[in-house]
């Protein structure tokens, strides 16, 4: 049965204004403003975990002059469905990568582009009931890759399915347990997974073609040690290369409810962080995809598909935080607006949320690009008139 009102969403919003507004810690994000209206201009009631029915949020990776030739991002998220019984709602997935320009020819097998869609149901609480993606890569020379993943919540845990070439994989996904994860509820965890923009961006094209640095698309082998152009990688085990489909910002949002709820503006939380074939390690022997028995293009490296211990090695959660900071002003594109700044995550600088709940800008770490490419870069809010 569809429901238009989420009451469980509301009152929860509602209450932890309350609850913040009375803490000392929350006294400033209270005092400035309470979300009262979605960005579409929804009242309250209407609201599911900020978002109004049909409301769509898009983002884009800029600023333009500190991107590179041909380098993009954009990230799409849309309320579909609201639905009672008990109360959930199903979200609209996109995102669309393309890696920069090379000035001479780049290496076989580079990653050059990814395309994803999906689909994200959660409960009132935001927690991941079920979600599914596909998702396409561009590999330079190798033609595309396609894939379907789906997390689906069984009883005490979720079970993930990874479809790619006409088979099926399916095994318990690998989730991190803390005290407030509660799947009875079930309440204590969200879908995002931010760290995966450390696998997204492309290092600066060099004369040569080759990367300065380690490029987005290398997979992590068996023993730690996979390798682009004799250049180790350097991201922790727990990145595995999440999806970059689940970096979208308008995820945070589904935080904001339990942030104010616990009154002291600040939130440790657990996140599902979906991962496809990027995390896969091993595949036969490792190596990148460019070859040394792991690569894309065929023969060994197609092999891992035989194994489950290729995703069961996964770590499908991650463990962060987000505390407020403080309230100003922030420029997103070419408007300034009040919002308040939470810090706190690894793959943030900064996070600005609106007076309506709306994440509009997110300014990324310096620990997302390669130590040879520090810039400094934002996801932020298209507004409608820029559509």
């Known amino acids: 049965m569809k429901l238009r009102i989420s009451t469980l969403a509301v009152a929860t919003v509602l209450v932890a204004m309350a609850v913040i507004s009375a803490s000392p810690a929350g006294a400033g994000m209270a005092a ?13 009631a209407e609201l599911f975990l900020g978002f109004g029915l049909g409301e769509e949020r898009r983002y884009v990776l800029g600023p333009a002059e500190n991107l590179y030739r041909g380098e993009a991002a954009m990230w799409t998220m849309r309320l579909r469905e609201v639905l009672a019984d008990p109360p959930h709602a199903i979200f609209e997935l996109g995102h669309e990568w393309s890696s920069a320009e090379y000035r001479s020819q780049p290496p076989i097998g580079m990653l050059t582009s990814v395309s994803s869609s999906g689909e994200l149901r959660v ?3 935001g927690f991941p009931l079920d979600l599914r993606f596909r998702t396409t890569w561009g590999l330079y020379g190798l033609g595309e890759r396609v894939y379907a993943v789906r997390y689906e919540l069984q009883g005490g845990g979720f079970r993930k399915t990874f479809s790619m070439d006409g088979r099926d994989l399916e095994h318990p996904a690998r989730i991190r347990r803390t005290d407030e994860l509660d799947i009875s509820v079930p309440n204590g965890m969200w879908a995002h997974a931010p760290m995966a923009l450390e696998c997204m961006f492309t290092p600066p094209p060099t004369s040569a073609g080759m990367p300065m640095a380690p490029a ?12 682009l152009g004799g250049v180790p990688l350097r991201y922790a085990d727990e990145v595995e290369c999440r999806e970059p489909l689940f970096a979208n910002p308008g995820l945070l949002s589904f935080l904001l409810p339990a942030l104010w709820e616990a009154g002291t503006g600040e939130l440790e939380f657990l996140m599902l962080t979906p991962a496809g074939y990027f995390g896969m390690p091993g595949l036969s022997g490792g190596g990148s995809f460019m070859g040394g028995g792991g690569g894309l293009s065929g023969g060994a490296g197609n092999r891992h598909f035989d194994s489950e211990l290729a995703t069961r090695a996964q770590t499908n959660s991650a463990i962060d935080d987000l505390r407020y900071i403080d309230r100003g002003r922030v420029d997103v594109g070419a408007r300034t607006l009040d919002a308040w700044r939470f810090e706190g995550m690894r793959a943030f600088d900064a996070v600005y949320v609106d007076d309506k709940g709306v994440v509009v800008r997110v300014d990324l770490a310096s620990a997302v690009t390669t130590r040879m490419d520090k810039r400094e870069l934002w996801i932020r809010l298209l507004f409608p008139s820029e559509y």
């Open 32 to 44: 400035s403003a309470s979300p009262t209206h979605g960005s579409n201009g929804t009242s309250q």
């Open 123 to 125: 409960n009132a609480h």
């Open 216 to 227: 987005p698309g290398t997979v992590p082998n068996a023993g730690g040690g996979a390798m």
